[in-house]
């Protein structure tokens, strides 16, 4: 008995379902993507192992103690160990545009440094409020610009 051998056929890959896989994974890709806006643009120095980074001397930074409950809520601002402001960030900012005299310097790396100093528990809302009022505050459609450069002490631990 005799076999007939065929040429083997030619066998192409489709690529046309594998395509629209791809475009398919592309488009939900595109279309799930969210763009979120930015936050906020801080110059925070954060401390270095555990607060043991150089600290500059020339420029003494001003002191900002956070003081909590136990719930976490603001009960005390302290500026300097010295001002006590309560719980009211206008008197804050006040006090700040009136050592910085309403100014910030051209410079970022130049003018106050503002150290920040909290309780473990403080809230993160009033980290931010603290934040906001050493920063600047807007009028109109301008932002006064006030203390450029943050930083925050080594943490502080629990009682």
Do not use: W
């Not at 056929?9 to 799930?32: A, G, P, R, W, Y």
């Amino acid at each position: 008995m005799k076999f007939k051998t065929h040429a083997p056929e030619k066998v192409e890959m489709q690529l046309t379902s594998m395509i629209d896989v791809i475009f398919l994974l592309l488009i939900f890709f595109i279309m799930t993507f969210k763009i979120s806006a930015q936050e906020g643009d801080f110059n925070i120095k954060m401390p270095i192992g555990g607060g043991q980074g150089a600290m500059d001397t020339t420029n003494i930074p001003i002191k900002l103690r956070l003081r909590a409950n136990p719930d976490g809520e603001l009960v005390d601002i302290v500026v300097d160990e010295t001002r006590s402001f309560g719980n009211d960030f206008t008197k804050l900012r006040a006090y700040i545009l009136q050592l910085t005299g309403g100014n910030a310097p051209p410079n970022p790396e130049e003018g106050p440094e503002v150290e920040i100093d909290l309780d473990y528990n403080l809230r993160y809302s009033h980290v931010i409020e603290a934040i906001t009022a050493v920063t600047g505050q807007r009028q109109g459609d301008q932002i006064q610009r006030l203390v450029e450069r943050i930083k925050f002490a080594p943490p502080r631990k629990p009682n």
